[in-house]
């Protein structure tokens, strides 16, 4: 579910505020309807949140990732 791009995008969102998916894809220099898809998938995983006047936001100041890979 979190892709290096969807990584790429939540960096650039912390701390950001308040922001459309178009300026969000100007930040990453992505192509909008690609930004989109990953925001939705991020919105419905719970990471990004949603403003009334439609603008997406990274409510968090960080994210903490600690998980173990291990052979099949």
Do not use: C, S
Request: charged share 30%; glycine share 6%.
């Amino acid at each position: 579910m979190l892709t290096v791009k969807r990584w790429q995008l939540l960096k650039v969102l912390t701390g950001a505020g308040p922001v459309t998916i178009r300026e969000a894809a100007r930040r990453v220099q992505r192509d909008v309807k690609a930004v989109h898809r990953d925001v939705h998938a991020l919105l419905n995983a719970g990471l990004l949140d949603k403003t009334e006047d439609g603008k997406i936001v990274f409510p968090y100041d960080a994210i903490h990732v600690d998980f173990l890979v291990k052979a099949a």
